[in-house]
């Protein structure tokens, strides 16, 4: 089976880091396109970041440089690296992966929500 675990969320102050990481199993080989997905108390679920097996990244418009998304191929692991949190920031956070070869050709974060395997989250919780 193929799944997706997150690891690295807490409880930071307002201006502290995270960095979230994504451990894969069960793949035969590496999805063509992963990302980052939040959801934030009372809002639905929003795209975060993105990066395809091609190198293409993508961001949020309102990650404003904050956050950066990287893989490590060898070990199947996706990161997040957070700096300089906010409150409005708290939410889970989930993984997500797309092995169908279409995903390079789907722009913007939104899609990320629809990929077909996502991880259960993990918490960020960022105190003013």
């Known amino acids: 089976q193929v799944q997706l675990v997150e690891s690295g969320g807490g409880s930071v102050q307002s201006g502290g880091s995270l960095r979230l990481s994504c451990d894969l199993s069960?793949?035969?080989?590496?999805?063509?396109?992963m990302g980052w997905f939040r959801q934030r108390p009372g809002k639905g679920r929003e795209g975060v970041a993105k990066?395809?097996?091609?190198?293409?990244?993508q961001y949020a418009d309102w990650v404003m440089g904050q956050f950066t998304i990287s893989r490590d191929y060898t070990k199947n692991t996706l990161f997040l690296q957070m700096e300089n949190l906010k409150p409005e920031d708290t939410g889970m956070y989930h993984c997500?992966?797309?092995?169908?070869?279409?995903?390079?050709?789907?722009?913007?974060?939104?899609?990320?929500?629809?990929?077909?395997?996502w991880g259960p989250g993990t918490q960020v919780t960022v105190a003013s």
């Open positions: 997500a992966a797309d092995r169908r070869l279409n995903c390079h050709s789907r722009g913007g974060v939104a899609v990320i929500t629809t990929y077909p395997t």
């Open positions: 069960g793949y035969t080989s590496t999805p063509y396109c």
């Open positions: 990066i395809h097996s091609t190198g293409t990244i």
